[in-house]
């Protein structure tokens, strides 16, 4: 069965700083992978997927993440923080069951901080 | 384009009292699902539907938990009787295509349950 594991469940970086935040899956076929965040009081919207194209994924608001079978990860990105970032990120995985159909399986999440 | 609206937000009941959680999709949106976020978790999936059919609600708890979409658009989420570890988060939402590979869902702001 497919899991995905977030390392971190908090990181705090300074406004301008990289953000790295981590996620490894488990998958005994080829991943559909993906990063959503998460704003405090609203649902989760999606920065980016991967769907087997290109292993650099671009999303929004600057965020990329690099698909990398060897190890197994699928970690988030942005260059410079902004206050503004400061969200909780959950990685995910989608997974095939009976029928044909795929659901996603969440990590725990990574609550990232970002301070002046 | 309108996004996924629940209600109501916030609701506290008592234990042993029953709840109902309503969603209403992004027009056109085939597939509907119900998520339960406890806090500090990733979003774990309850229940899709698949137009007013379901296609997966294999962790459902169906002793108290029960969902419906009858017409294909709106849905209804109920749960009777609560319980102080349904504390959580109730997330819907909808994707345009059948859950397959890549398909993007997109999230209502949550209903937040506190059983007391």
């Known amino acids: 069965a497919q899991s995905v594991t977030q390392l971190g469940s908090h990181v705090s970086v300074s406004e301008g700083a990289l953000v790295l935040l981590r996620c490894n899956y488990s998958?005994?076929?080829?991943?559909?992978l993906f990063w959503y965040v998460q704003y405090p009081n609203q649902g989760l919207q999606l920065l980016l997927k991967?769907?087997?194209?290109?292993?650099l994924v671009k999303g929004i608001n600057g965020f990329e993440a690099e698909f990398k079978k060897s190890e197994t990860s699928f970690h988030l990105t942005k260059p410079s923080a902004h206050m503004s970032d400061a969200a909780e990120y959950f990685c995910?995985?989608?997974?095939?069951?009976?029928?044909?159909?795929?659901?996603?399986?969440f990590g725990a999440g990574t609550r990232l901080a970002v301070h002046p | 384009e309108a996004g996924v609206a629940q209600s109501p937000r916030y609701k506290i009941i008592e234990k042993r009292q029953s709840v109902a959680f309503w969603c209403n999709p992004i027009?056109?949106?085939?597939?509907l699902y119900w998520y339960q976020q406890i806090l500090g978790q990733g979003p774990k999936l309850l229940i899709q539907?698949?137009?007013?059919?379901?296609?997966?609600d294999s962790q459902l708890p169906k002793d108290r938990f029960s969902a419906e979409r009858l017409k294909g658009v709106d849905s209804t989420l109920k749960i009777q009787p609560a319980k102080l570890e349904d504390s959580a988060v109730y997330l819907c939402?909808?994707?345009?295509?059948?859950?397959?590979?890549?398909?993007?869902?997109?999230f209502g702001p949550g209903t937040r349950l506190t059983v007391l």
């Open positions: 939402a909808s994707s345009l295509k059948p859950p397959i590979g890549g398909n993007e869902q997109f």
């Open positions: 998958s005994s076929v080829p991943p559909y």
């Open positions: 991967y769907t087997s194209a290109a292993t």
């Open positions: 995910a995985v989608s997974s095939a069951f009976s029928g044909g159909y795929n659901k996603l399986i």
């Open positions: 027009s056109g949106h085939a597939t």
């Open positions: 539907f698949q137009n007013n059919g379901v296609v997966d």
